[in-house]
């Protein structure tokens, strides 16, 4: 069965805190795409990565980085110097390669509220 | 500026009721799918509809229907059969299949969902 768990349901931080935001996901499939997406106040989810099985070096993106471990079924998130506009939920998900499966059948986590304070 | 547009965002049902939520896209997207989000989970799978005239069940499809008639609308009937109705749904859609697999989703606003 497939499933992403992410334990973390809430966190807050300080302005300027780093903070990690934990993703952990199983799967049989050995090619498998891991997502994460953000949702503010606002309600719609903004996408932020998409990184596929194969593909395990970690990424940076100004503020945000990403560590993929296959080992460990794990797909973390950090944000430096966290900025009070961070301040949303965060999903995790998880979407299977397989023919038919266009991408948008995601096995979500279950989110983490961050709150980030001035 | 093109994306997917929901409507309304707040809707009431009252019990026996049937009610539709709209979602229009101008993406030129073949992929559209609805998601229901319930307080502290995550987002599950109604339907999904990767062609015009063409859908599919997701996880939690009873008590929900869809049509596609056209590529830019996928509405979403909540019908009397859907006994827990509360709570945010969520449109979104993907680039055309065949291009890069597992694209990533753009998403509506979201409707929110009440019983009176």
């Known amino acids: 069965a497939q499933k992403v768990t992410q334990a973390q349901t809430e966190i807050s931080v300080v302005e300027k805190e780093d903070v990690t935001l934990d993703c952990v996901y199983e799967?049989?499939?050995?090619?498998?795409?891991l997502f994460w997406y953000k949702q503010p106040p606002s309600g719609e989810l903004v996408f932020l990565i998409r990184?596929?099985?194969?593909?395990?070096q970690n990424e940076i993106s100004g503020r945000y980085s990403w560590n993929f471990q296959k080992s460990t079924s794990s797909f973390n998130f950090t944000i430096t110097a966290s900025q009070v506009v961070d301040s949303a939920v965060y999903f995790c998900?998880?979407?299977?390669?397989?023919?038919?499966?266009?991408?948008?059948?995601?096995?979500f986590g279950q989110g983490t509220e961050l709150s980030v304070k001035p | 500026d093109g994306g997917i547009t929901q409507s309304p965002k707040y809707l009431f049902r009252k019990e026996g009721q049937n009610v539709t939520l709209s979602c229009e896209q101008n993406?030129?997207?073949?992929?559209m799918y609805w998601y229901r989000q319930d307080p502290g989970q995550g987002l599950r799978l109604i339907y999904y509809s990767q062609i015009v005239n063409d859908f599919q069940k997701g996880d939690i499809a009873e008590g929900y229907s869809v049509s596609r008639e056209k590529k830019e609308s996928f509405p979403l009937t909540v019908t009397s059969a859907q006994k827990n109705p509360t709570a945010f749904y969520l449109c979104?859609?993907?680039?055309?299949?065949?291009?890069?697999?597992?694209?990533?989703?753009?998403f509506g606003s979201g409707t929110q969902l009440s019983v009176l």
């Open positions: 990184r596929n099985s194969f593909d395990e």
């Open positions: 998900a998880l979407s299977e390669a397989y023919v038919g499966n266009q991408g948008g059948k995601l096995i």
């Open positions: 993406l030129n997207h073949d992929a």
């Open positions: 799967t049989r499939d050995t090619t498998y795409y």
């Open positions: 979104a859609s993907s680039i055309p299949p065949g291009i890069v697999r597992n694209e990533k989703l753009f």
